[in-house]
């Protein structure tokens, strides 16, 4: 299970956590800013991300990528595997 954990891990380096992802987020930082205020709460849900990524916005994702997605951003790094 530990190889399956480092794997994840390899891709946050590489990816995630980069100076291109903080530069993408910097740019569309006042989008995301007007989406958080839609939602009052601290956290959203599973039907939040459902409303908003099939309902409020064009950009086509299936219940199965809003679910993943969802699911992936609330795992930590020992738990992404389960």
Known sequence: M?????????WRDQVLWTLDADDLIKANITGLTSVFKIFTKKFMTLEDNMKLFQRDTTLGCTEREVIYAFCMSRATVINDVT
């Not at 399956?4 to 390899?10: A, F, T």
């Open 2 to 10: 530990k190889d399956r954990i480092d794997s994840w891990q390899g």
